[in-house]
């Protein structure tokens, strides 16, 4: 680690506040910021994507390597949606709860998750469709989810653990 001292090892501080929301890029509405674990946990299927693509380059070509590389970019992709829809749907359900059930964009959600659910699927079908990529392949790059996913267990702060804070 670098000499320079760290916010979060500093003895005596206060834990690190929650990052803020962000403005939505259409204006007035705010959007969630993802937690730090889903950050880690798509940059671990980002990363294991790339090794996994870097393995494929080495050992069978670049035309396997693409592959990998579009399952692993498709899996990574989608998780990094998912987690965006989820974040929305909880903080749009605690929009309405605080205004007792009333008005909101809460019901889009759902849509969109069933848009991006039907363009996935699209997509994958196209890929296969036209032979632009390797089925077993591009198989082989969506492990990146779940072996990033694992991976990143190993990576977690423990201060990021909210059972691990002392009180």
């Known amino acids: 680690m670098s000499g320079r001292a760290d916010y979060r090892e500093s003895p005596g501080l206060p834990p690190r506040p929650p990052r803020p929301e962000r403005p939505a890029a259409g204006g007035g ?11 880690a946990y798509v940059a671990c299927v980002v990363l294991c994507g790339v090794a996994l693509s870097a393995g494929a380059l080495v050992l069978a070509g670049s035309r396997v390597a693409f592959s990998v590389a579009v399952g692993a970019g498709i899996a990574a992709g989608n ?17 309405q709860t605080e205004q ?5 964009w809460g019901w889009a959600w759902p849509l969109l998750a069933l848009i991006k659910m039907v ?4 997509l994958v079908w196209l890929l296969l469709r036209y032979e632009v990529v390797s089925p077993v392949a591009m198989l082989i790059g969506f492990g990146a989810l779940p072996a990033g996913i694992v991976l990143s ?3 977690r702060r423990p201060e990021a653990d909210p059972k691990a ?3």
Do not use: C, N, T, Y
């Open 29 to 39: 509405r705010q959007r969630p910021a993802l937690d730090a674990r889903m950050r």
């Open 119 to 122: 363009s996935l699927f699209a």
């Open 100 to 104: 007792d059930g009333h008005g909101g």
């Open 165 to 167: 804070r002392k009180p």
């Open 153 to 155: 267990v190993f990576f």
């Open 79 to 95: 998780l990094w949606l998912l987690s965006r829809i989820v974040a929305a749907l909880v903080a749009a359900s605690e929009e």
